[in-house]
């Protein structure tokens, strides 16, 4: 066989095995959005390429890649393994977890470091088996092993909802013997994360990609609680999770942007100087620019707000600190907060005990390194409003525009909305469902959120 002949039939069977395994994972979407239809644009969101050194299918959030051998072999068996493959991308995508680093992300991998990557990408994979195997649906239903009945069974002991990092904070403290390790690994491993930008230390995250799948997950939210009727016994935990990774993925330094305001600071405005004629006045007088830079510029930054802390004793210490050391993370950066601030700290139960003005970074910390709180009654949220009310008399502040109320939310709330943006902050931990009043903004947070790193 001629050389060019012998190329013209790789490349033949290259398009057919490129086509067959494209036609598999189309079969597995369709037969998936009959019964979910809730998940159609997430479903619809991939094209498909062989990849022949992946191990059996994987994705990086846009293209599914397939080893065709692979595929056409796990479809022979069962399809209903396609199936629940395609899915178990899917959810991976949704919940974003091809973004999820851990603090040595970006470090060059040791036996330490590769561990954690393997307890990562494990607790991935069990989060979303855990969630499909709870889902009530012909096209992926299919029988449990013993091993994995067993996991379920500890896992769901807390009786919290089993996200990634829920799970990979359990098998933490299990303390698991290599053998263990790897019998969990091969239970649970469906897809190859090797595409993972995660995976990659050395590349940028993409918010595009992480943006896209967040709309994708909010619209599905949308859907199961607005819209759709299939959210119910069928779909087991999913919309919880959908919730839990919706009020985890926070950005606290944008919420805090909220309670911003414009305001002068002193420095140059590169936006309205015009370098043109400053340089062309130094060239033709020698050291006379024609223009000067403006010494001010307005931006929009944090200058007041108030923090309450409810120190009923409902409330956790530990986690009062973690909310404050959070609070003083975000207030120590320069492009989020002005020079000089007026924040109070208020600590209140049934009564005001203690109002703490903080004007800096450094009045902050010292807050910090010496908290004590005071009061352990029942919660009236009454009285700090009240409070703030005869600060706002006295001119204590010239443009409030928010207070945070970290509590676990059992109290006796204001009837009148007050002047300024409300925020209740809940710890997940603690949270049961309560209604805030309508003027009021509610934030659930999990402790996981502390201290996460690069996620």
Same mark, same amino acid.
């Given at each position: 066989?001629?050389?060019? #002949?012998?190329?013209?039939?790789?490349?033949?069977?290259?398009?057919?095995?490129?086509?067959?395994?494209?036609?598999?994972?189309?079969?597995?979407?369709?037969?998936?959005?009959? %019964?979910?239809?809730?998940?159609?644009?997430?479903?619809?969101?991939?094209?498909?390429?062989?990849?022949?050194?992946?191990?059996?299918? %994987?994705?990086?959030?846009?293209?599914?890649?397939?080893?065709?051998?692979?595929?056409?072999?796990?479809?022979?068996?069962?399809?209903?393994?396609?199936?629940?493959?395609?899915?178990?991308?899917?959810?991976?995508?949704?919940?974003?977890?091809?973004?999820?680093?851990?603090?040595?992300?970006?470090? $060059?991998? #040791?036996?330490?470091?590769?561990?954690?990557?393997?307890?990562?990408?494990?607790?991935?994979?069990?989060?979303?088996?855990? &969630?499909?195997?709870?889902?009530?649906?012909?096209?992926?239903?299919?029988?449990?092993?013993?091993?994995?009945?067993?996991?379920?069974?500890?896992?769901?002991?807390?009786?919290?909802?089993?996200?990634?990092?829920?799970?990979? *904070?359990?098998?933490?403290?299990?303390?698991?013997?290599?053998?263990?390790?790897?019998?969990?690994?091969?239970?649970?491993?469906?897809?190859?994360?090797?595409?993972?930008?995660?995976?990659?230390?050395?590349?940028?995250?993409?918010? &595009?990609?992480?943006?896209?799948? %967040?709309?994708?997950?909010? %619209?599905?939210?949308?859907?199961?609680?607005?819209?759709?009727?299939?959210?119910?016994?069928?779909?087991?935990?999913?919309?919880?999770?959908?919730?839990?990774?919706?009020?985890?993925?926070?950005?606290? $330094?944008?919420?805090?942007?909220?309670?911003?305001?414009?305001?002068?600071?002193?420095?140059?405005?590169?936006?309205?100087?015009?370098?043109?004629?400053?340089?062309?006045?130094?060239?033709?007088?020698?050291?006379?620019?024609?223009?000067?830079?403006?010494?001010?510029?307005?931006?929009?930054?944090?200058?007041?707000?108030?923090? @309450?802390?409810?120190?009923?004793?409902?409330?956790?210490?530990?986690?009062?600190?973690?909310?404050?050391?959070?609070?003083?993370?975000?207030?120590?950066?320069?492009?989020?907060?002005?020079? *000089?601030?007026?924040?109070?700290?208020?600590?209140?139960?049934?009564?005001?005990?203690?109002?703490?003005?903080?004007?800096?970074?450094?009045?902050?910390?010292?807050?910090?390194?010496?908290?004590?709180?005071?009061?352990?009654?029942?919660?009236?949220?009454?009285?700090?409003?009240?409070?703030?009310?005869?600060?706002?008399?006295?001119?204590?502040?010239?443009?409030?525009?928010?207070?945070?109320?970290?509590?676990?939310?059992?109290?006796?709330?204001?009837?009148? &909305?007050?002047?300024?943006?409300?925020?209740?902050?809940?710890?997940?931990?603690?949270?049961?469902?309560?209604?805030?009043? @309508?003027?009021?903004?509610?934030?659930?947070? #999990?402790?996981?959120?502390?201290?996460?790193?690069?996620?």
């Amino acid at each position: 066989m001629e050389p060019e #002949d012998k190329t013209q039939e790789i490349a033949e069977r290259a398009e057919r095995l490129q086509e067959i395994g494209s036609s598999i994972l189309r079969a597995a979407r369709d037969e998936l959005y009959l %019964g979910m239809r809730f998940l159609d644009v997430a479903l619809s969101s991939f094209s498909y390429q062989m990849d022949g050194q992946i191990h059996g299918f %994987g994705t990086d959030g846009r293209v599914m890649y397939f080893q065709p051998q692979m595929l056409g072999g796990l479809y022979r068996e069962n399809r209903i393994l396609v199936n629940r493959g395609y899915l178990h991308m899917v959810f991976h995508c949704i919940f974003r977890h091809f973004a999820w680093r851990g603090a040595e992300g970006r470090k $060059r991998a #040791d036996d330490g470091t590769k561990i954690q990557e393997r307890m990562r990408d494990l607790s991935c994979d069990i989060a979303v088996e855990h &969630m499909i195997d709870g889902m009530n649906y012909r096209s992926i239903r299919f029988s449990r092993s013993l091993l994995r009945r067993e996991t379920y069974r500890l896992l769901e002991k807390e009786g919290k909802t089993l996200n990634a990092q829920r799970v990979y *904070k359990i098998l933490s403290e299990w303390n698991l013997s290599e053998k263990d390790f790897t019998d969990l690994e091969q239970e649970f491993r469906t897809d190859d994360h090797r595409y993972w930008e995660s995976k990659k230390p050395d590349q940028k995250p993409n918010p &595009m990609l992480s943006r896209k799948w %967040g709309e994708i997950n909010d %619209g599905i939210e949308t859907d199961l609680e607005t819209f759709s009727q299939e959210a119910g016994e069928r779909d087991g935990d999913f919309l919880e999770q959908i919730k839990t990774e919706n009020r985890s993925r926070y950005d606290y $330094r944008e919420f805090l942007r909220k309670f911003a305001v414009f305001h002068e600071e002193l420095a140059v405005d590169d936006d309205s100087f015009d370098y043109n004629f400053y340089t062309y006045g130094l060239r033709l007088y020698g050291n006379m620019p024609l223009i000067e830079p403006l010494e001010s510029k307005e931006v929009k930054k944090i200058e007041e707000f108030v923090i @309450v802390i409810d120190t009923s004793m409902s409330c956790s210490g530990e986690l009062v600190r973690k909310f404050l050391e959070e609070t003083y993370g975000v207030l120590s950066e320069s492009e989020n907060f002005f020079t *000089k601030i007026n924040v109070h700290i208020i600590q209140c139960d049934e009564k005001v005990h203690t109002d703490k003005k903080i004007t800096s970074q450094k009045e902050m910390k010292d807050y910090m390194e010496h908290l004590e709180l005071y009061g352990d009654g029942g919660t009236d949220f009454r009285p700090a409003f009240e409070w703030v009310d005869k600060l706002l008399e006295q001119h204590e502040f010239h443009n409030l525009k928010g207070l945070i109320y970290f509590t676990d939310g059992f109290g006796i709330y204001p009837k009148k &909305m007050p002047p300024y943006k409300t925020v209740f902050v809940f710890m997940q931990d603690n949270y049961r469902d309560v209604d805030v009043p @309508v003027w009021a903004m509610k934030l659930i947070l #999990d402790e996981d959120d502390f201290e996460k790193t690069d996620r």
